[in-house]
Each structure stands twice: as structure tokens, then as C-alpha cells.
């Protein structure tokens, strides 16, 4: 069956960068996209951008765009975000999503948590 | 405020059907599919429903979807204590080229 194995919780300073994986099993991994969603304390869900597994091409929310690098390592199956000039309000749980197709089918991860505290 | 709009909170008693709304516009909703998620507290979403009333394998019956123009419902009946959780809906925007939720919806179990 499907599985994402996501890398353990961090912390980091306002300013510093921390970078999330998320191991993937169970499925061709060169498939459809893998989206990062995050989640802030006590908050809703929100979309920082894709990665298209194939081809490598990327696609961000606007918000993120120019902070935001997302990878993916066919050899190892996994893919990779990460969020530079780290701000409090980045605190939150990260999740990476795998979208199977078109269809929107989607398989989650357990959720990364990032603290950014000075 | 998010671009979907759902109610924060739904209740209902055991055995009862409640219903939640999902209200978006014609770049999402309404030239998109939508899919529903359950949140228990400290868990991941859990996908209950995808392209619109799709159920995964292991989705009971009781739990169904529906689309019409550029709104969604997620519908719930015989209610139980189990499904006392946090429900989002979510689909893709065309104008701004990315993956929009709703605000989510509370549901408490009376």
C-alpha cells in the first residue's frame, strides 16, 4: 500500500531555513504530483505548491513563491521541500500529499511539525 | 478568510444527517472537482471524499458528496459520536493556479 514517511519535527531561529522529506513507497514514485499542504496551530488547511514527480516542474502558492524550493530524488523515492527566511507564522505542521491522478485520490503523510522560535 | 467558504461549526444528534456546505466560484468549484477531508485532533486528513462523490475503499456508505454549479455538500447520516472531527473541502483554482481549502467545519456530535 501507499506510504509517505515524512522527516521529524524542527526548530528553528526567524530567518533560517529548514528543509522537509517525505519518503515514499508503494507505488511507481515517477507518477502524477506531490503537493505540500501546511497547517498551523489551531488553523486551517493551506497549500504551499506541487511537484510534478515526473518532470520535476514546480508550481507555488503566490505567498510562498521566492521562499519556497521543492525536489524530488527518483533514485531514493523522495521528495523534498524547503522554506527559507523562516517568520513565526511559519509555524505549523507540514504535509506532503500525493495525488494519484486526475482523479484527486490522494495519500497523506504523518505531517512534519516546524517551529520557528527565537 | 478562505476563497471556499464552509460554515465553521455543524451539530447533530446520534442517528441524525447533517450536511456541509462547500461554496466557491466558477475558476474552482465550478470547473473543478472537489474532495472532502476528516481531521480527528492531532492526525493527518483523512480523504473521505474525491472527485465529488467518489468513496475510497473503507468510506462507509453513509457518508456521500455532491457537486451543483460552484458549490459542494458533504452529507453525513446516522450520525455518530466517531464522527465528531473537522471536515475540509478542497479543490483546485484555475485563476490562481493552485490548491485552495475551505476554512473547515466543526462538527459536534450532541
Known amino acids: 500500500q501507499v506510504q509517505l514517511v515524512q522527516s521529524g519535527a524542527e526548530v528553528r531561529k526567524p530567518g533560517a531555513s529548514v528543509k522537509v522529506s517525505c519518503k515514499a513507497s508503494?507505488?511507481?514514485?515517477?507518477?502524477?504530483?506531490m503537493h505540500w499542504v501546511r497547517q498551523a496551530p489551531g488553523q486551517g488547511l493551506e497549500w504551499v505548491g506541487r511537484i510534478n514527480q515526473k518532470s520535476g516542474d514546480t508550481n507555488f502558492a503566490q505567498k510562498f513563491q521566492g521562499r519556497v524550493t521543492m525536489t524530488r530524488d527518483t533514485s531514493t523515492s523522495t521528495a523534498s521541500m524547503e522554506l527559507s527566511r523562516l517568520r513565526s507564522d511559519d509555524t505549523a505542521v507540514y504535509y506532503c500529499?500525493?495525488?494519484?491522478?486526475?482523479?484527486?485520490?490522494?495519500?497523506w503523510g504523518q505531517g512534519t511539525l516546524v517551529t520557528v522560535s527565537s | 478568510q478562505s476563497v471556499l467558504t464552509q460554515p465553521p461549526s455543524a451539530s447533530g444528534t446520534p442517528g441524525q444527517r447533517v450536511t456541509i456546505s462547500c461554496s466557491g466560484s466558477s475558476s474552482n468549484i465550478g470547473s473543478n472537482t472537489v474532495n472532502w477531508y476528516q481531521q480527528l485532533p492531532g492526525t493527518a486528513p483523512k480523504l473521505l471524499i474525491y472527485?465529488?462523490?467518489q468513496r475510497p475503499s473503507g468510506v462507509p456508505y453513509r457518508i456521500s458528496g455532491s457537486k451543483s454549479g460552484t458549490s459542494a455538500s458533504l452529507a453525513i447520516s446516522g450520525l455518530q459520536s466517531e464522527d465528531e472531527a473537522d471536515y475540509f473541502c478542497a479543490t483546485w483554482d484555475d485563476s490562481l493556479n493552485g490548491r485552495l481549502f475551505g476554512g473547515g467545519t466543526r462538527l459536534t456530535v450532541l
Open positions: 500529499v500525493y495525488t494519484v491522478s486526475t482523479s484527486g485520490f490522494d495519500y
Open positions: 472527485s465529488n462523490n
Open positions: 508503494g507505488y511507481t514514485f515517477a507518477g502524477y504530483y
